[in-house]
């Protein structure tokens, strides 16, 4: 019997229909539920030869973790953090890129109760600063690579909370514990706690910042319930296998690793890939997938993009059996693209750092419609409302919001708890029993989702709201486009004009005369008042650390 099933009660296979799934999904857990106990624990007890992770350097070294070896390094790791004074409630920031070394890191934080925080190596001072302050951080783990350990280091004497700087692999700094000398030193004996030092479902277990796409990251705090949120990512969307190979491309910055390389993929006991590269190349992840016979895969609609530039013909994908996306929408000539040369449907995903999947296409009882995010996933209560909070009917443009209200547990299983020492954007998030995403869609009258755009990313021409994201998308179809974005350009006589900007595809040049091409591509393709009046050409988009595209950043600079 599947790990997962003790929290479902059935396999997921037994779930007759759609209809079926949504009306009888129920999560039962104690009210001590810990993932590190409770999951990983329990699997290497269970199957401790098992492999929970392949992992592979950029070189190409490989090394194979079972589930018995996760289990004892967690012990190892915990056993560190406690030599070390971290105790229970302690928020520990860690910077491993892809080291296999954050799995048991995260895994020894949970089994301490203390907070683990993951951060990119992307980071400069001035983003240090924020965060080990915001965040009163005390200790720090990072890969020592890099300028990694210099940029911390540079701004030492403004944090106010940090204690501990540990550094693991390359290059040992002065100031800094060598983590992997002192976590050999290490038993792999470990018991969990008891009475009030255990930790309950309600404790605050990670935090991650936001992709800070308008502003300073916000600090989003979740729970010891958040991994189970993930049962219906990697068990239900992922359709991960039992004994199969799980690969998605994520840093471990960011929280879309938890996603795709931990809680859902190993509830459904299924390895991890996890591939440590330096720099991403369509044909290195191709190559990747076809020789280590991935079985399903997720990765962001960019990393598609690049991917389906390339000739597939060199390249084994038989292994496949199952495809998404997440991160920003997906453009349908991706989708197309992808199916052509793999003959698998790229099965999109929604959700947020504040949630687990909140809406997506499940197969196999649904297959995806060309462009809709999908359906609510079942254990969130998505509903599309105006500005004053009201459900909008069908075909109308509203924001993505969760309903809150009517659980046991004060909140659907997944979303987070709070934003961490912000009261205020808390409240301006979550209050009257929904939670705002601040995402924009409409819902058609079989309830499928249709992305239109962040609610800062709408433009209002000339008394229409037209989203960036159809605009994008038809464009992202003419062979010419790599990458674009769409925003409004203050206009006297329209409010706002619509602009895209535009990065090229090799060998083609931003002539008048292709300018006046891609706006009549957009006029054929779609409703013409949504057309580009305005059309810029640059050598890269504004993205935030994440890669997500800051459209703020070209209105701002457009405003001026």
């Known amino acids: 019997m599947p790990i997962y099933e003790q929290f479902i009660g059935r396999h997921r296979d037994q ?61 190892k790791a915990a056993n560190f953090f406690t030599s070390r004074g971290i105790g229970k409630g302690d928020y520990v920031m860690l910077v491993l890129k892809r080291g296999y070394e954050f799995w048991y890191c995260m ?5 301490i109760g203390a907070v683990a925080v993951q951060a990119t190596h992307l980071l ?9 302050n915001a965040g009163r951080i005390k200790m720090i783990v990072l890969t020592g690579d890099g300028d990694c350990t210099d940029h911390v280091d540079e701004a030492l004497d403004q944090y106010e909370t940090l204690e501990s700087r540990c550094v693991t692999r390359g290059k040992k700094a ?53 991994p189970l949120g993930h049962l219906m ?92 996306t997440a991160g920003e929408a997906l453009n349908p000539e991706v989708y197309n693209q992808w199916l052509r040369n793999t003959g698998h449907k790229i099965f999109e995903g929604f959700g947020q750092t504040e949630t687990t999947l909140v809406c997506s296409t499940l197969y196999p009882w649904m297959q995806p419609r060309l462009g809709s995010m999908g359906l609510a996933a079942p254990g969130y209560k998505v509903v599309v409302c105006d500005e004053k909070g009201d459900e909008v009917l069908s075909g109308i443009t509203g924001e993505i919001c969760i309903r809150t209200d009517g659980y046991d547990a004060g909140k659907p299983l997944g979303l987070f708890r709070q934003y961490y020492r912000d009261q205020d954007a808390t409240d301006r998030a979550w209050h009257d029993g929904l939670y705002h995403t601040g995402d ?108 997500k595209i800051r459209r703020v950043e070209i209105r701002e600079r457009d405003s001026k």
């Open 15 to 75: 779930f007759a229909t759609l209809e079926d799934l949504q009306k009888n999904y129920r999560v039962s857990y104690p009210d001590t539920f810990n993932f590190a106990y409770d999951v990983l624990d329990v699997l290497a007890a269970r199957t401790p030869d098992k492999l929970a992770m392949l992992w592979v350097s950029n070189e190409g070294e490989e090394r194979r973790f079972t589930f018995d070896d996760m289990s004892r390094l967690s012990n």
């Open 233 to 324: 990512t990697g068990v239900f969307w992922h359709r991960v296998e039992d004994g199969g190979l799980h690969f998605t491309i994520s840093d471990t910055g960011w929280l879309k690793s938890l996603w795709g390389k931990m809680y859902g993929q190993w509830l459904g006991e299924s390895a991890v890939f996890t591939y440590d590269f330096e720099k991403f190349h369509a044909v290195d992840i191709l190559e990747k997938i076809a020789q280590y016979k991935v079985t399903t895969f997720c990765a962001p609609p960019t990393m598609y993009r690049f991917m389906i530039k390339e000739d597939f013909s060199p390249y084994d994908l038989s292994s496949l059996r199952h495809c998404c």
């Open 440 to 547: 924009t869609a409409y819902r058609d009258e079989m309830g499928f989702l249709w992305y239109v755009g962040r609610v800062d990313d709408v433009i209002k021409s000339s008394g229409y709201r037209i989203g960036p994201f159809e605009v994008e998308s038809t464009l992202m179809e003419h062979e010419a486009v790599l990458e674009c974005a769409v925003t409004g350009v203050p206009d006297p006589e329209r409010g706002f004009a619509v602009k895209a900007t535009i990065v090229l595809c090799k060998g083609f040049v931003g002539t008048p005369e292709l300018t006046k091409e891609l706006q009549n591509y957009v006029k054929k393709t779609t409703a013409p008042y949504k057309y580009p009046r305005i059309i810029e050409y640059v050598d890269e988009l504004p993205k935030t650390i994440s890669g």
């Open 107 to 111: 895994m020894g934080l949970h089994k």
């Open 174 to 226: 002065a100031g800094w514990i060598d983590f992997d000398v002192e976590f050999e030193k290490q038993s792999d004996s470990w018991t969990r706690p008891v009475g009030e030092a255990d930790t309950r479902v309600t404790d605050p277990m990670i935090m991650s910042f936001s992709s800070g796409t308008t502003g300073y990251p916000k600090m989003v705090v979740h729970d010891f319930s958040y």
């Open 124 to 132: 400069t001072s001035k983003d240090y600063v924020y965060r080990m």
